[in-house]
């Protein structure tokens, strides 16, 4: 079990029987009154985000989240398929539980599949991974004054902010957590 002084950004915790990750978290204290601790809490298994204050006194258990590596197959509908690195074992996972992550997968690549309670409940994708730049503005001379930065779209259909030198056939580095360009790849 987790006092409030352990429940930190990244821990997974069971509430209402359901795993969830804690994507932020605040401690407060004013005066005499008890610590509290403000969270915001993404369901794992439904991507939902709850806001989440916890007392002085409460306790949570810590989810027990076991990941393995999966390929990722393709798209049909609402559902993702993938397939198990071990055991060569397909499953599906559908949209809502994958959400933002989804910008991000391109058929073959390799992710970590989430699993509670013995079965696949979510991704965690590469923090930087690479993309082929489908579609990108041509550059004007001498057009600076915002900054040096175009939107160019991605293999995916996602577009992304880069540099005025980016060109369309590049290969780009993407940072997955905060949909930012890190760099292009020789």
Known sequence: MLSISEIKTGKTIILNSEPYLVI????????????????????????????????GADKVEEAEITKTEAQFLYREGENYYFMENDNFEQ???????????????????????LYFSG????????????????????????????????????????????????KKGDIIQVNTQTGEYVERVN
């Open 91 to 113: 499953f599906s996972l559908p949209s809502s539980v994958i959400s933002e992550s989804a910008n991000y997968l391109v058929e073959g690549i390799e992710v970590k599949i």
């Open 24 to 55: 932020w978290n605040q401690h407060s204290k004013m005066g005499r009154a008890t610590a509290v601790m403000r969270t915001k809490l993404k369901n794992l298994i439904t991507g939902s985000v709850i806001d989440k204050n916890f007392q």
């Open 119 to 166: 079965r696949p409940i979510n991704i965690e994708l590469p923090v930087k991974m690479t993309f082929k730049v489908v579609d990108a503005p041509p550059s004007i001379k001498g057009n600076t004054v915002d900054g040096g930065s175009k939107q160019v779209t991605i293999e995916t259909g996602i577009k992304i902010t880069t540099p005025l030198f980016v």
